[in-house]
Nanobody, 120 residues
């Protein structure tokens, strides 16, 4: 499975962006991670195959929404009320598992990343 992340850009604080993660084939669990300069990669959000289960890191709860369209093999991350601290390269990842969605080593496939920059 190949993953293609897109939708990043340069925005101002308070703006919104929608990231997309398009897969070349069927995926199961999909997560979004981000990595800011000088920092470790961190979990942002994840969604189960059915979409019934969604999971978020505390710092994005209430602002970000993850969703999926299995007919299009695409997962979305709607990011609202963006803050400068959201600036990072965002990666999507996929794997055939359930549980512990925040652990990068659970994922088998990774996209190339898309840059999100939020100015104050």
């Amino acid at each position: 499975v190949q993953l293609q992340a897109s939708g990043g850009g340069l925005v101002q604080a308070g703006d919104s962006l929608r990231l997309s993660c398009a897969a070349s084939g069927r995926t199961f669990s999909v997560g979004w991670f981000r990595q800011a300069p000088g920092k470790e990669r961190e979990f942002v959000a994840a969604i189960s195959w059915s979409g019934a289960g969604t999971y978020y890191t505390d710092s994005v709860k209430g602002r970000f929404t993850i969703s999926r369209d299995n007919a299009k093999n695409t997962v979305y991350l709607q990011m609202n009320s963006l803050k400068p601290e959201d600036t990072a390269v965002y990666y999507c990842a996929a794997g055939y598992f359930s549980g512990n969605y925040n652990l990068p080593n659970r994922y088998d496939y990774w996209g190339q990343g898309t840059q999100v920059t939020v100015s104050s």
